[in-house]
């Protein structure tokens, strides 16, 4: 049972950065699929960044350009980086984690998830 903790998330201006990381209880994280979801209030869980243990990483148009998904096996962690934040990337952030995930954009196929981290844009 792989657990997943989150941080990094926060409250900063438009425009800003701020960087997500998702460490793992264990090393065979490092074998896993990964992928980063975002759930705003009163909106559906969607996706947002995804890579494979070794691959090429997908993004959300609505991130592409601006987020960066990376991973550090030596320390079990993956990160999401954000720039130039806006108001609509206000959510809750998760990542997830899964072996050989069919469809990585669809969080149903994640058995594993973090508890969520707070991520507020103010305008």
């Known amino acids: 049972q792989v657990q997943l903790v989150e941080s990094g998330g926060g409250l900063v201006q438009a425009g800003e950065s701020l960087r997500l990381s998702c460490t793992a209880s264990?090393?065979?994280?490092?074998?896993?699929?990964v992928g980063w979801f975002r759930q705003a209030p009163g909106k559906e869980r969607e996706f947002v960044a995804a890579?494979?243990?070794?691959?090429?990483?997908f993004y959300a148009d609505s991130v592409k350009g601006r987020f960066q998904i990376s991973r550090d096996q030596a320390k079990n962690t993956v990160y999401l980086q954000m720039n130039s934040l806006n108001a609509e990337d206000t959510a809750v952030y998760y990542c997830?984690?899964?072996?050989?995930?069919?469809?990585?954009?669809?969080?149903?196929?994640?058995?594993?998830w973090g508890q969520g981290t707070q991520v507020t844009v103010s305008s």
């Open positions: 997830a984690a899964g072996m050989n995930v069919a469809s990585m954009r669809a969080p149903n196929w994640y058995p594993y």
């Open positions: 264990e090393r065979t994280f490092n074998g896993y699929d």
């Open positions: 890579r494979r243990t070794y691959g090429t990483p």
